[in-house]
């Protein structure tokens, strides 16, 4: 097992050392969308249900549900549960976004290494000049990769937040009066 191991982590390790240190960092911001990402599907699988319950609980008990009053705090109910659901999606959002900037980082960090070796050694020696060019395409690749798996990750998510959304105002449902009042029909009550 110890053997495994190693031979798994030993070409890993040799990668990232390769990569340079923005590869390093690519790869936190990856587990932290991977992170953000498995808490908001684990509170809108198990805790959610309850806030779900307590909002049309609220609004069945509820008196007026006809009102205009009565519209606005459902929108309130809504609103409010919708900032629950979306919590963490715009933190992943950024982190997807981060990603193709550290690979380009990445890439610039390479071809200043492979221009250092350049005023060394001149162009004769293309194996010194492989590990800037290898420094330099990795992260940008990582970068790529890690951005693209977060956003299929957080367009998940989203749908299910979305799906939970309309579940909550379908089950909050607003009645209008039957006899809609005007401006006009109001003056001529007053008359």
Not at 25 to 52: D, K, M, P
Not at 65 to 88: C, G, P, Q, V
Not at 133 to 149: E, K, L, S, Y
């Amino acid at each position: 097992m110890t053997k495994l191991i190693s031979d798994t982590a030993g070409p890993i390790i040799n990668l990232f050392n390769q990569g340079g240190g923005v590869l390093w960092a690519i790869s936190a911001v990856a587990l932290i969308i991977l992170l953000l990402a498995s808490e908001r599907l684990l509170f809108v699988t198990f805790n959610y249900r309850q806030h779900q319950t307590n909002a049309v609980n609220t609004w069945r008990n509820r008196e007026d549900t006809r009102s205009w009053s009565a519209y606005r705090i459902r929108e309130a109910i809504l609103a409010d549960n919708n900032l629950k659901l979306n919590n963490a999606l715009w933190l992943i959002k950024v982190c997807v976004v981060v990603c193709p900037l550290l690979g380009l980082l990445g890439t610039v960090t390479g071809m200043i290494s492979v221009f250092d070796v350049l005023s060394y050694s001149g162009t004769g020696n293309p194996r010194l000049m492989a590990a800037g060019i290898f420094q330099a395409t990795i992260p940008t690749m990582a970068g790529m990769v890690v951005a693209i798996i977060g956003l299929v990750l957080r367009q998940q998510v989203l749908r299910i937040v979305q799906k939970k959304q309309r579940e909550l105002a379908q089950q909050l449902y607003f009645e209008k009066r039957s006899t809609p009042r005007t401006l006009s029909s109001h003056i001529k009550e007053g008359a």
